[in-house]
T-cell receptor, first 113, second 112 residues
Framework: ETGVTQTPRHLVMGMTNKKSLKCEQH?????MYWYKQSAKKPLELMFV???????ENNSVPSRFSPECPNSSHLFLHLHTLQPEDSALYLC????????????FGPGTRLLVL | GQQLNQSPQSMFIQEGEDVSMNCTSS?????WLWYKQDPGEGPVLLIA?????ELTSNGRLTAQFGITRKDSFLNISASIPSDVGIYFC????????????FGKGTMLLVSP
């Protein structure tokens, strides 16, 4: 399998649920990213990891908790989300965290009820 | 923060027509990227530009890195129905922990 994969592709959860999104990259990259994509808005960067260390956190609410156990895997743990958190969550990876091209996964479409 | 102005917001064209879209910024970027996103999928990289004035082609797609480093355009020649999707520009200001700034996208619809 090649590229960046994300599971699940679709997720419906209640505001009291806890769920996790998973991302895996098979490109040998050292940096991974979480983005939020909402309708009619530019992609919003949430988190950046470089060699499993978090290097950027763009003021994301604590109800989103990232985890990067190794350079190939990235998780986004979700708890007590709000309906406005419904969006497409995209994972991306790049060879390094600075000045290089990012490659995206297919995304997880999240609906919070 | 930095913002990219991408235009047009949407386009509806006939198959076979050429298409042009562009992105402008108030600040300088060192890298320009163009992505295409199909419904229900993540953005796929089309073209990457790393030098001011650079003109790069990928099949029917051509993109240029503006001389001022504050703009870029993407042209699609002889459009076909599978060109339908949302096209995003993205800019990267420099090295280090530089993150991408994305435009809002151009939605392209192609009529057979």
């Amino acid at each position: 399998e090649t590229g960046v994969t994300q599971t699940p592709r679709h997720l419906v959860m209640g505001m009291t649920n806890k769920k996790s999104l998973k991302c895996e990259q098979h490109l040998g990259h050292n940096a991974m990213y979480w983005y939020k994509q909402s309708a009619k808005k530019p992609l919003e960067l949430m988190f950046v990891y470089s060699l499993e260390e978090r290097v950027e956190n763009n003021s994301v609410p604590s109800r989103f908790s990232p985890e990067c156990p190794n350079s190939s895997h990235l998780f986004l743990h979700l708890h007590t989300l709000q309906p406005e958190d419904s969006a497409l969550y995209l994972c991306a990876s790049s060879p390094s965290s600075g000045g290089t091209t990012q490659y995206f996964g297919p995304g997880t479409r999240l609906l919070v009820l | 923060g930095q913002q990219l102005n991408q235009s047009p917001q949407s386009m509806f064209i006939q198959e076979g027509e050429d298409v042009s879209m562009n992105c402008t910024s108030s600040s300088i970027f060192n890298t320009w990227l163009w992505y295409k996103q199909d419904p229900g999928e993540g953005p796929v990289l089309l073209i990457a530009l790393y030098k001011a004035g650079e003109l790069t082609s990928n099949g029917r797609l051509t993109a240029q890195f503006g001389i001022t480093r504050k703009d870029s355009f993407l042209n699609i020649s002889a459009s076909i129905p599978s060109d339908v999707g949302i096209y995003f520009c993205a800019g990267q200001p420099g090295l280090g922990y530089s993150t991408l700034t994305f435009g809002k996208g151009t939605m392209l619809l192609v009529s057979p």
